[in-house]
């Protein structure tokens, strides 16, 4: 009999009928099922019909692998999916949320919040593009971005994944979405997922709902970990089948939150039955289980069997995986395309990050006096200071989901500090002095031109960042202050968020530059500090002035900031 499915020619939903009439329930519930690489095998794969693997944030072949070790890694866990009745392939998929940051030597773009910073749609979709080029060299096809949160309070953990507190920002940024997965043509249905071809990835729209919305033809939609009115959302019927689903038309596959049901109930993990029953049948199509998938596919196929999930809720979640898949086309091409491996972390593709870079940055002083301003800086000056803990650590410089899941410090990639920036762009004759925390005699020297120090945050993911004082970490304050007492002194903050600015501290300083957390790039730091290029980065969120007045938001209640929404000093 004719395999309408394996036909590359034929409608993608005669595709899905074919191939669904052809499935068992235990293919069926293998295809619902994604778990983490660490505990997936060739033969788990085809044994258990696994629809789809993950790395969890940080989760990687083994340390410094690069992209062609990840494709070697996905294609064998591939070739078990192949082995299979049916031949139905795995989709793999990463955390690539600012560029394909789970692996050494890719490229690394600023987070979120700094691309909110430069209000370019059209760089945000070249971001997506190059993004979907090196997460496919490596094998993968699936990125869980963009975060399309918008956060209105910076005490706030995921701050950073959020391009703004204004959502007509955060709904212009969504271009990421057609830089990931391609433009759809003119006419393409509504609701329906689309994926241009093999050098573009599946996006996934996150986290669903509260978190901000998306079109563009999204292949996946993820659900938030949050309650609303009460109500855990990954049990949400109303909102997961009747609004997104029925009312917005979306075709794609709904995916759960990584470990979200064992969230779901105290102690974490407990009552497992029933949060598989709650999430299915409030619509969640593939489940992120990621580890316990043995009691998971167990437990669902006698839910199954007795009748409490139907085979219509069934078969629903699957057409939508099968869906994403063939539109996808793992099916022709299941297996890495090697040739994609020379883009990887390549000049043109970091250019585009140090133009991400300089179009991020927001310049918030310049100058004691605004008559005489205090940058750009001299590249020919005699003798300069670099200082402070973010000058030269290229872990703190990219934060969180990167290499690993938090985030650390040190090179922990390939690509460029401040001070190796500086150092490019100086005059030969130009002496610089980089000491982390300056001693006194250092300071007591007459013969700097400027101090350049760099202070922020370390790097911090999720709930680890939540944080109620907002105050600048390792002391640096104190050290910006003793510096900027001796030296004419330019403040780069290197942060996921506005922090505490106490009024004292702006005083002493000359300039003030935002950095975000900018990534791999630091030439597009000196590209404007240095006046090669003007400042364009504004303000994606209200600049605070102490804790007590959180949230403050443009619009809403946005008295008397130390900053406005939307403020950004230029040349």
Not at 416 to 434: G, H, S
Request: with cysteine.
């Amino acid at each position: 009999m004719e395999c309408i499915y394996k036909d590359p020619n034929a409608p993608v939903e005669a595709r899905v009928k074919d191939l669904l009439s052809r499935m068992t329930l235990l293919e069926k519930i293998g295809q619902m099922t994604q778990i983490e690489r660490s505990v997936a095998t060739p033969s788990a794969i085809k044994d258990r019909f696994i629809g789809s693997v993950l790395s969890g944030g940080g989760s990687k072949p083994f340390d410094n692998a690069k992209s062609a070790d990840w494709a070697d890694m996905i294609d064998d866990f591939q070739k078990g999916a192949l082995e299979t009745r049916l031949g139905i392939p795995i989709i793999y998929g990463t955390d690539a949320v600012h560029g394909n940051n789970n692996v050494y030597g890719t490229t690394i773009f600023p987070h979120n919040i700094g691309l909110g910073a430069t209000r370019d749609a059209d760089l945000v979709k070249k971001i997506g593009e190059v993004t979907a080029l090196e997460v496919r060299a490596s094998g993968a096809h699936y990125a869980f971005a963009p975060c399309v949160a918008v956060s209105k309070d910076p005490r706030w953990g995921r701050c950073y994944e959020s391009y703004s507190e204004n959502t007509e920002i955060v709904r212009k940024m969504t271009s990421l979405v057609t830089g990931l997965q391609g433009q759809p043509p003119e006419g393409h249905p509504k609701g329906y997922p689309f994926l241009a071809g093999r050098k573009n990835v599946l996006a996934s729209a996150k986290h669903f709902v509260g978190d901000g919305g998306t079109e563009n033809g999204v292949c996946t939609v993820m659900a938030s970990y949050s309650s609303w009115n009460g109500r855990k959302l990954h049990t949400d019927y109303f909102l997961l089948t009747e609004v997104l689903k029925n009312k917005l038309g979306f075709k794609g596959f709904v995916i759960s939150d990584w470990e979200a049901l064992d969230r779901l109930y105290a102690p974490h993990g407990s009552n497992y039955r029933q949060s598989i029953l709650s999430t299915v049948n409030a619509g969640i199509d593939m489940v992120m289980v990621p580890f316990r998938y043995e009691l998971f596919l167990e437990e669902f196929l006698s839910l199954v069997e007795t009748g409490e999930i139907s085979m219509a809720r069934i078969d629903d979640a699957v057409e939508r995986i099968l869906r994403v898949k063939f539109v996808a086309g793992v099916f022709e091409y299941p297996l890495t395309d090697r040739s994609l491996l020379d883009v990887v972390g390549c000049k043109p593709h970091r250019e585009l990050a140090r133009e991400a870079v300089r179009k991020s940055l927001v310049l918030l002083k310049n100058g004691k006096d605004p008559k005489r301003p205090f940058l750009p800086l001299d590249n020919k000056a005699k003798r300069i200071l670099v200082a402070g803990t973010h000058a030269d650590n290229l872990g703190y410089q990219c934060g969180g989901w990167t290499i690993t899941w938090e985030g650390t410090t040190g090179r922990i990639t390939e690509g460029t500090t401040i001070l190796d920036a500086i150092k490019e762009v100086v005059d030969e004759k130009t002496e610089v002095v980089y000491e982390l925390n300056p001693s006194p005699e250092t300071l007591s020297r007459e013969d700097f031109a400027f101090a350049v120090v760099a202070v922020g945050e370390g790097p911090y993911v999720e709930s680890g960042g939540d944080d109620p004082v907002l105050k600048i970490p390792f002391n640096g304050s104190e050290l910006v202050s003793l510096v900027a007492d001796r030296i004419p002194t330019l403040v780069i903050l290197v942060s996921g968020r506005p922090l505490v600015l106490e009024p004292w501290l702006l005083e002493k300083i000359d300039a003030l530059v935002v950095a975000w957390l900018p990534g791999t790039e630091g030439r597009g730091i000196t590209d404007v500090i240095f006046g090669d290029y003007g400042f364009e980065g504004r303000l994606p969120m209200t600049w605070f002035r102490s804790v007590d007045q959180l949230p403050i938001n443009v619009g809403e209640n946005s008295s008397d900031p130390l900053f406005p929404f939307g403020f950004g000093l230029t040349y």
